[in-house]
């Protein structure tokens, strides 16, 4: 069974950073798991953030940035807006099917 | 930017099947590669992935869902649709389509209780 870990939750300033990370029970996590990353608001649909690992949909803000990072796949946050309060879930590629992550809870404070 | 709506039953009996379609909108879901797939939500859970059907028709799964899913494309109406049988109680979820890659969209979602 393969699991993918996230951070269970995480608090930033306004205006600040954060990384969230995205680690794979199997290893490292390369560009070959195609990492997606995924916000979800309360009472909302997820919304797509990244994909394959960097890339941006039209409407995703300048200051989310995906990338990999120490064998985990990242997204990193700058300039962090209180609108940026919300669960993130990363998905990685396993050969054919897709598996998310637990997700990770974003509290701006 | 493509949309996608599901629908389907709000109730399904333990052991019957769980039928959802997502219908496509603001693009042809034949045209391009792209992979669209089936998620789902239990109520205060994390997302997991049933599947997903690609462009071409082939299809992959859950391993842990593989035995009662199968999703599949109708091009004529733009839509793709999921079948989920043998469901219990663990099945009650928010179910969610979406298009997988650049511009990824996602339904609004459609919970589907199951229950006697």
């Known amino acids: 069974q393969t699991v993918v870990t996230q951070e269970p939750s995480l608090t930033v300033s306004p205006g600040g950073t954060v990384t969230l990370t995205c680690a794979s029970s199997t290893g490292t996590v390369t560009s070959d798991y195609y990492p997606n990353w995924f916000q979800q608001k309360p009472g909302q649909a997820p919304r797509a953030l990244i994909y394959?690992?960097?890339n941006k949909h039209s409407w995703t803000p300048a200051r989310f940035s995906g990338s990999l990072l120490g064998g985990k796949a990242a997204l990193t946050l700058s300039g962090v807006q209180p609108e940026d309060e919300a669960e993130y879930y990363c998905?990685?590629?396993?050969?054919?099917?897709?598996?998310f992550g637990g997700g990770t809870k974003l509290t701006v404070l | 930017q493509v949309q996608l709506q599901e629908s389907g039953p709000g109730l399904v009996k333990p052991s019957q099947t769980l039928s959802l379609t997502c219908t496509v909108s603001g693009g042809s879901i034949s045209s391009g590669s792209y992979y669209w797939s089936w998620i789902r939500q239990p109520a205060g859970k994390g997302l997991e992935w049933i599947g997903r059907?690609?462009?071409?028709?082939?299809?992959s799964y859950n391993p842990s869902l593989k035995s009662r899913v199968t999703i599949s494309v109708d091009t004529s109406k733009n839509q793709f649709s999921l079948k989920l049988t043998s469901v219990t109680a663990a099945d009650t979820a928010v179910y969610y389509c979406?298009?997988?890659?650049?511009?990824?969209?996602w339904g609004q979602g459609t919970l589907v209780t199951v229950s006697s």
């Open positions: 979406a298009r997988e890659g650049a511009e990824g969209s």
């Open positions: 998905q990685l590629y396993y050969g054919g099917a897709r598996v």
């Open positions: 059907i690609y462009t071409s028709g082939s299809t």
């Open positions: 394959s690992t960097s």
